[in-house]
């Protein structure tokens, strides 16, 4: 056998690296893609607009956008303690407990008082 770089066995070894380093790379770009980082800005993943359903009056409503919910904080039918849902939660949860809900109430402008 013979040992030199241009030998067709080394060729066809360096070949095989070659296409699994490739495959290897897709696979960790399609994880990282798809991967969920709570209250990071994640670039990686494209913008999916995000359903919030709320419980008021002890009665479910929604599916609620982020502008609809921003609107909701702002005329304060949703608070701190408003029980909160969005696909992917396990549970419903006060919203201070929910980082993004709590990004919207940072956003979201007080009442303007003219005096």
């Not at 030199?4 to 060729?11: A, E, K, P, V, W």
């Not at 609620?64 to 702002?74: D, F, G, K």
Request: charged residues 20%; glycine residues 4%; neutral net charge.
């Amino acid at each position: 056998m013979e040992n030199s770089f241009y030998s067709i066995d080394r060729l066809v070894e360096f070949g095989m690296s070659i296409a699994i380093a490739k495959q290897m790379t897709q696979t960790m770009n399609h994880a990282m893609q798809n991967m969920h980082i709570p209250g990071s800005m994640n670039p990686l993943q494209q913008s999916i607009p995000q359903t919030y359903y709320i419980i008021t009056d002890n009665k479910q409503s929604g599916p609620y956008s982020e502008q609809e919910l921003s609107r909701l904080i702002a005329d304060k039918k949703v608070t701190k303690d408003t029980f909160v849902w969005k696909p992917g939660m396990l549970d419903w949860q006060k919203a201070e407990q929910v980082p993004e809900v709590l990004k919207l109430v940072a956003l979201t402008p007080p009442p303007f008082n003219k005096q």
